[in-house]
């Protein structure tokens, strides 16, 4: 009989949990998910791949695990096999036994005691700062891993699409270097398994949901960086693909079920139409095409609305949550799913995890729409990325001079007006740029003064600011005549880890970003405090607003005009209150309400007033 493949050995090697059988005769070469815990919500369902195994049979020889049900898909090669563990089951090696006729393999699948307080772990909040980063682009901690046997792709560093080399070493180098920058949470782009034989890197083409990409690392390095940047006051958000996988994924050449993915008579894209799921008017035909298109060539369209298919990603994910003890996870793609299918998801993941977080990509340029998937008509939708905000946040700040009416900062003002749409607008993540985007410091003419400005609002608004690797030291594209993703996603510098790699004009963009930062996490106002704004005057192209606490009001004044303004104090009394004297945070100069006083031009300035 055939063996278990290399690879399936590998990846339960660097899982670190057992995995046994009779290798000489066992026709099993994988079984998904490799290893579970005690306690948990989730329903356990493993997936049995070999040649013809779907015609066994499946029992539990070891008490406090039973065999509840079996189901075999379209293919002869995969076996689901329904798994119910009691109440008083322990952690331990628990036997499972294939039979087929005379044919025998025994299994010893790991049950591990889950952690204490894992079901009630805490995910982002308005508190935290998130610091999205893509490993290959990061920095290179170990050129061992470069390459792969295992993989198809080798590393190619002077390409503006081939890998790079980065990997989970570099980021546990820069641990003490995000500490000091001030973030408090990392999303890395995904880190699993992506076999494509090019442009491989950004990870989204999945190749298996359950092992980390070798040229990254390891599942345990994996585990260990996690738990290394929770001591460090730094928690970790996994991005997960369940609209999508690779073609290189290895269940590709023999689905479970005809329907595993969506497929067509030829290769057919998606419409890209996901406003088609909230559209009263929209054809059927329209709606399937954004749902079931594949996103890309490389990217087979998975079915979740089979219902095998949908407790995949929900176990899957929920297994990386508990083995890396991950704070939340970022979805990918999330309107391109059938909406009742991935609303479904999010409630399993929510109801394993009430307080964790799952991010939600929605792109959509208008409130409404983003809003239509944190509302819903489900009872739990996502915490949804704030991508009207980011539109209009590059708008506003390339609109200096003389704007016409309802442009420059009025565009805050006005997207910001729209937040009655939200459920919870302090829950929204909020951003100048991510991978997907031209980086802020190219779309704001490479203005060092600007790019403060802008990291100043998402410092000081409602929502839970994410920010770019590398936008702290100015990284962007080699050649700024040539843009787009490859050449954007440019390699972090190793020697910006520490003060004196960098040059003066990074280091003082770094040093303000770090201070903003720092200062944030002891501002309870700008965490939870009432936002209220004023509209800009036509001829200033400033904004004004305040996070509002009864002992703490932050002040925030954007001048993105090109003449200083001076401060009506009166103007502003509402926001002021009883506030008296006050500290502007950056420069540390103190204030009293009704001095004369000025905004400089392109500068963002704000004040705090404790004590009221």
Same mark, same amino acid.
């Given at each position: 009989?055939?063996?278990?493949?290399?690879?399936?050995?590998?990846?339960?090697?660097?899982?670190?949990?057992?995995?046994?059988?009779?290798?000489?005769?066992?026709?099993?070469?994988?079984?998904?998910?490799?290893?579970?815990?005690?306690?948990?919500?989730?329903?356990?369902?493993?997936?049995?791949?070999?040649?013809?195994?779907?015609?066994?049979?499946?029992?539990?020889?070891?008490?406090?695990?039973?065999?509840?049900?079996?189901?075999?898909?379209?293919?002869?090669?995969?076996?689901?096999?329904?798994?119910?563990?009691?109440?008083?089951?322990?952690?331990?090696?628990?036997?499972?036994?294939?039979?087929?006729?005379?044919?025998?393999?025994?299994?010893?699948?790991?049950?591990?005691?889950?952690?204490?307080?894992?079901?009630?772990?805490?995910?982002?909040?308005?508190?935290?700062?998130?610091?999205?980063?893509?490993?290959?682009?990061?920095?290179?901690?170990?050129?061992?891993?470069?390459?792969?046997?295992?993989?198809?792709?080798?590393?190619?560093?002077?390409?503006?699409?081939?890998?790079?080399?980065?990997?989970?070493?570099?980021?546990?180098?820069?641990?003490?270097?995000?500490?000091?920058?001030?973030?408090?949470?990392?999303?890395?782009?995904?880190?699993?398994?992506?076999?494509?034989?090019?442009?491989?890197?950004?990870?989204?083409?999945?190749?298996?949901?359950?092992?980390?990409?070798?040229?990254?690392?390891?599942?345990?390095?994996?585990?260990?960086?996690?738990?290394?940047?929770?001591?460090?006051?730094?928690?970790?958000?996994?991005?997960?693909?369940?609209?999508?996988?690779?073609?290189?994924?290895?269940?590709?050449?023999?689905?479970?079920?005809?329907?595993?993915?969506?497929?067509?008579?030829?290769?057919?894209?998606?419409?890209?139409?996901?406003?088609?799921?909230?559209?009263?008017?929209?054809?059927?035909?329209?709606?399937?095409?954004?749902?079931?298109?594949?996103?890309?060539?490389?990217?087979?369209?998975?079915?979740?609305?089979?219902?095998?298919?949908?407790?995949?990603?929900?176990?899957?994910?929920?297994?990386?949550?508990?083995?890396?003890?991950?704070?939340?996870?970022?979805?990918?793609?999330?309107?391109?799913?059938?909406?009742?299918?991935?609303?479904?998801?999010?409630?399993?993941?929510?109801?394993?995890?009430?307080?964790?977080?799952?991010?939600?990509?929605?792109?959509?340029?208008?409130?409404?729409?983003?809003?239509?998937?944190?509302?819903?008509?489900?009872?739990?939708?996502?915490?949804?990325?704030?991508?009207?905000?980011?539109?209009?946040?590059?708008?506003?700040?390339?609109?200096?001079?003389?704007?016409?009416?309802?442009?420059?900062?009025?565009?805050?003002?006005?997207?910001?007006?729209?937040?009655?749409?939200?459920?919870?607008?302090?829950?929204?993540?909020?951003?100048?740029?991510?991978?997907?985007?031209?980086?802020?410091?190219?779309? =704001? %003419?490479?203005? #060092? /003064?600007?790019?403060? +400005?802008?990291?100043?609002? *998402?410092?000081?608004?409602?929502?839970? !600011?994410?920010?770019?690797?590398?936008?702290?030291?100015?990284?962007?594209?080699?050649?700024?005549?040539? =843009? %787009?993703?490859? #050449? /954007?996603?440019?390699? +972090?510098?190793?020697?910006? *880890?520490?003060?004196?790699?960098?040059? !003066?004009?990074?280091?003082?963009?770094?040093?303000?970003?770090?201070?903003?930062?720092?200062?944030?996490?002891?501002?309870?106002?700008?965490?939870?405090?009432?936002?209220?704004?004023?509209?800009?005057?036509?001829?200033?192209?400033?904004?004004?607003?305040?996070?509002?606490?009864?002992?703490?009001?932050?002040?925030?004044?954007?001048?993105?005009?090109?003449?200083?303004?001076?401060?009506?104090?009166?103007?502003?009394?509402?926001?002021?209150?009883?506030?008296?004297?006050?500290?502007?945070?950056?420069?540390?100069?103190?204030?009293?309400?009704?001095?004369?006083?000025?905004?400089?031009?392109?500068?963002?300035?704000?004040?705090?007033?404790?004590?009221?």
């Amino acid at each position: 009989m055939k063996k278990i493949a290399f690879f399936c050995i590998l990846m339960y090697m660097t899982i670190g949990f057992s995995f046994a059988s009779d290798t000489n005769s066992s026709p099993i070469e994988r079984m998904e998910p490799p290893c579970w815990w005690t306690g948990m919500e989730t329903p356990l369902q493993l997936m049995l791949y070999g040649i013809d195994i779907a015609a066994g049979q499946v029992v539990c020889l070891t008490s406090g695990m039973e065999v509840v049900a079996l189901h075999r898909g379209d293919s002869p090669n995969y076996l689901f096999v329904d798994l119910s563990i009691s109440d008083k089951a322990g952690a331990g090696v628990y036997e499972l036994q294939w039979t087929s006729g005379k044919k025998k393999a025994t299994i010893s699948y790991a049950l591990h005691e889950r952690q204490a307080l894992s079901k009630e772990r805490e995910g982002l909040s308005p508190a935290d700062v998130v610091y999205l980063l893509m490993p290959d682009r990061y920095l290179n901690g170990d050129k061992a891993n470069d390459n792969s046997p295992l993989t198809a792709e080798e590393a190619a560093y002077d390409k503006d699409y081939g890998r790079h080399g980065g990997d989970l070493a570099g980021i546990d180098k820069s641990l003490d270097y995000l500490q000091e920058l001030g973030v408090t949470a990392i999303w890395p782009t995904p880190v699993t398994l992506d076999n494509e034989p090019a442009v491989s890197y950004h990870g989204y083409a999945c190749a298996d949901y359950y092992l980390i990409d070798p040229r990254f690392g390891t599942n345990l390095q994996y585990r260990d960086l996690v738990n290394k940047a929770g001591r460090a006051g730094i928690k970790f958000i996994q991005d997960i693909v369940p609209n999508h996988c690779g073609t290189a994924h290895w269940w590709m050449k023999d689905l479970p079920f005809k329907d595993w993915i969506n497929t067509f008579s030829e290769y057919t894209r998606s419409n890209f139409a996901m406003s088609t799921h909230m559209d009263p008017y929209a054809a059927k035909a329209d709606r399937d095409l954004c749902v079931k298109g594949w996103f890309d060539t490389s990217m087979a369209d998975m079915n979740l609305t089979n219902p095998f298919v949908l407790h995949y990603f929900i176990q899957a994910t929920v297994w990386w949550m508990e083995y890396a003890g991950l704070a939340g996870v970022r979805i990918d793609t999330y309107p391109y799913s059938d909406e009742t299918a991935i609303s479904s998801y999010t409630a399993a993941l929510r109801k394993e995890y009430p307080n964790a977080t799952v991010v939600a990509e929605c792109w959509f340029h208008e409130p409404h729409q983003v809003a239509y998937w944190e509302r819903g008509p489900w009872p739990s939708g996502p915490t949804v990325m704030d991508f009207p905000m980011q539109d209009e946040l590059c708008r506003a700040l390339t609109e200096d001079r003389s704007p016409e009416w309802g442009r420059g900062v009025t565009r805050l003002y006005n997207v910001l007006a729209n937040d009655y749409v939200y459920k919870n607008p302090n829950e929204l993540l909020i951003f100048a740029e991510n991978h997907d985007t031209n980086r802020i410091f190219e779309m =704001l %003419g490479r203005n #060092p /003064e600007k790019l403060k +400005m802008a990291y100043t609002f *998402l410092a000081t608004t409602r929502g839970i !600011p994410q920010i770019y690797y590398g936008s702290e030291i100015l990284l962007c594209a080699a050649d700024p005549a040539n =843009l %787009g993703h490859g #050449p /954007e996603r440019r390699d +972090m510098p190793a020697r910006v *880890l520490v003060k004196e790699g960098r040059d !003066p004009i990074e280091q003082n963009v770094y040093d303000y970003i770090s201070k903003l930062l720092q200062w944030r996490k002891t501002s309870e106002a700008v965490h939870s405090g009432k936002l209220l704004h004023y509209l800009p005057k036509y001829e200033e192209n400033m904004y004004v607003y305040f996070r509002i606490l009864p002992n703490e009001r932050v002040m925030v004044l954007i001048n993105n005009g090109m003449e200083s303004v001076k401060i009506d104090w009166e103007r502003y009394a509402q926001g002021l209150g009883n506030a008296v004297k006050g500290k502007e945070v950056m420069s540390g100069m103190e204030i009293t309400v009704g001095q004369p006083a000025e905004v400089p031009a392109q500068t963002a300035i704000f004040f705090t007033f404790a004590g009221l």
